[in-house]
């Protein structure tokens, strides 16, 4: 027998598919059940100010996040709250020891902002922050 003839005799190779498939929806299940996703408190009505300098806030897992929107609606964790609900949490706040970040939306009116600050304070709460967006610098 020649080797033309062995050659066009010779079984078609392919490779099986569904094991392959199977493999890979395994490790795609096992990814995102050992991973553990991080969801930064965002309220999506907010536009934060924008600005060039600042720093990045570390810990994030320890922040109490008050967002203050446009109309100047305080929300914490989706719930909209008054100034009696939010000296609530502060309270709890302080107890624990963490640290507070203020973000007001860009056309917030500043006395709202500063009400909730003055909370922050009356409330024993020393450590707080304002958040800004920050933009690269362009020149």
Same mark, same amino acid.
């Given at each position: ?26 490790? %795609? ?6 991973? *553990? !996703? ?5 309220? $999506? @009505?907010?536009?934060?100010? &924008? ?22 609606? %305080? ?6 709250? *008054? !100034? ?5 949490? $502060? @309270?709890?706040?302080?107890? &624990? ?43």
């Amino acid at each position: 027998m020649s080797d033309r003839a062995r050659w066009q005799t010779a079984e078609d190779f392919s490779i099986p598919f569904t094991p392959l498939l199977d493999i890979i929806f395994i490790l %795609i299940i096992f990814f995102l059940v050992a991973t *553990t !996703f991080y969801s930064e408190e965002r309220d $999506l @009505e907010i536009k934060l100010p &924008e600005g060039t300098e600042g720093s990045l806030l570390k810990d994030k897992d320890t922040v109490f996040v008050i967002n203050i929107r446009e109309k100047g609606a %305080i929300v914490v964790n989706e719930d909209i709250l *008054t !100034f009696a609900q939010l000296s609530q949490r $502060l @309270e709890k706040v302080r107890m &624990e020891k963490r640290r507070v970040e203020i973000r007001g939306d860009t056309n917030a009116r500043h006395g709202r902002i500063m009400a909730v600050m003055n909370l922050c304070k009356r409330s024993g709460i020393q450590d707080y922050a304002l958040t800004q967006r920050i933009v690269q610098n362009i020149e």
